[in-house]
């Protein structure tokens, strides 16, 4: 009798150890799945950084436009062109020369005429 209760207690433990390690197991599989899907992204993130630097040096080496209030963002090639500037023909111009910047694939021009 002592026997088959043993051999049972030690059918039990061997379970709780296979299951305990196939969890185990289970869990490194899916962390290291979850760090391979997020690796792209601060690479997505350093070309929009890029991407915006150059936009912003673009509007700055730009004759008669004041870039001092301008701010510029990027996401996956759509740049946002936000802030105010002295007058209408900025904003045209601001929006020129975004979207003459190589790799900007459209341009949300959001800029305002602050008279000062």
Known sequence: M???AFLK???AAACVTVACSVYA???SAASAAATTSAAPAPSA???DRKLGYTVRKALSKAQGLDVS???VRSRSGAVTLTGTV???GQ???AGQVAQGVAGVKSVANKLTVMQQ
């Open 69 to 71: 209030n301008i701010t």
């Open 9 to 11: 207690t030690l059918a």
């Open 86 to 88: 002295p007058d209408q």
């Open 25 to 27: 197991q289970g869990n």
């Open 45 to 47: 993130k350093k070309v």
């Open 2 to 4: 002592k026997s088959v």
């Open 91 to 93: 904003i045209d111009q």
